[in-house]
Antibody, heavy 122, light 107 residues
Framework: EVQLLESGGGLVQPGGSLRLSCAASGFTFSSYAMSWVRQAPGKGLEWVSAISGSGGRTYYADSVKGHFTISRDNSKNTLYQQMNSLRAEDTAIYYC???????????????WGQGTLVTVSS | DIQMTQSPSTLSASVGDRVTITCRASQSISGWLAWYQQKPGKAPNLLIYDASSLQSGVPSRFSGSGSGTEFTLTISSLQPDDFATYYCQHYNNYSPSFGQGTKVEIK
């Protein structure tokens, strides 16, 4: 059974940093690109970042480019997102998401974690 | 960037109704489109991928159609479990985006 379990969210002051983790199980983690998707309170979904299965290629939304970094440790089946210079508009539930296929599109997400809440506030 | 626009934003319907949600892309995305259902406090659930392919385990009352810039999600006979928010999402390139969502409410 595929499982994705996020952790690392919490309350942080503007300008602060957090590192999110997503522990994956039930599939061959290194064969799949992975993404982070966020949802601000009461708002819609926003794709944030993606990383290839090997970790060699990364992609970012313009809204986070330069202050978020996605990475992965395939030996630990874990996805990460380092978030620096956090702003109020980064407040959201952050989901990690797995695509349907190990090859092809990175972004048709068939499994999502339960999400971890990041609140940026003084 | 490709913009995705859903209509309507809110839809009031009754159990048994046929429901159609439209999603338009600002440029052609071929058939690289997914539909998700999201209930309050839960992660999204994939319903349709590649515009018209039904995800495993999803009831057959859900169907998707379209290509290029215009797509539809149809629920053939609305069930109580279907009251939720629905999102379309393109994956035509390495910068995917979602529509703003359509909330299906009880009439």
């Amino acid at each position: 059974e595929v499982q994705l379990l996020e952790s690392g969210g919490g309350l942080v002051q503007p300008g602060g940093s957090l590192r999110l983790s997503c522990a994956a199980s039930g599939f061959t983690f290194s064969s799949y690109a992975m993404s982070w998707v966020r949802q601000a309170p009461g708002k819609g979904l926003e794709w944030v970042s993606a990383i290839s299965g090997s970790g060699g290629r990364t992609y970012y939304a313009d809204s986070v480019k330069g202050h978020f970094t996605i990475s992965r440790d395939n030996s630990k089946n874990t996805l990460y997102q380092q978030m620096n210079s956090l702003r109020a508009e980064d407040t959201a539930i952050y989901y990690c998401a797995k695509p349907r296929r190990g090859s092809g599109s990175y972004y048709d997400f068939d499994y999502w974690g339960q999400g971890t809440l990041v609140t940026v506030s003084s | 960037d490709i913009q995705m626009t859903q209509s309507p934003s809110t839809l009031s319907a009754s159990v048994g109704d046929r429901v159609t949600i439209t999603c338009r892309a600002s440029q052609s995305i071929s058939g690289w489109l997914a539909w998700y259902q999201q209930k309050p406090g839960k992660a999204p659930n994939l319903l349709i991928y590649d515009a018209s392919s039904l995800q495993s385990g999803v009831p057959s009352r859900f169907s998707g159609s379209g290509s290029g810039t215009e797509f539809t999600l149809t629920i053939s006979s609305l069930q109580p479990d279907d009251f939720a928010t629905y999102y379309c999402q393109h994956y035509n390139n390495y910068s995917p985006s979602f529509g703003q969502g359509t909330k299906v409410e009880i009439k």
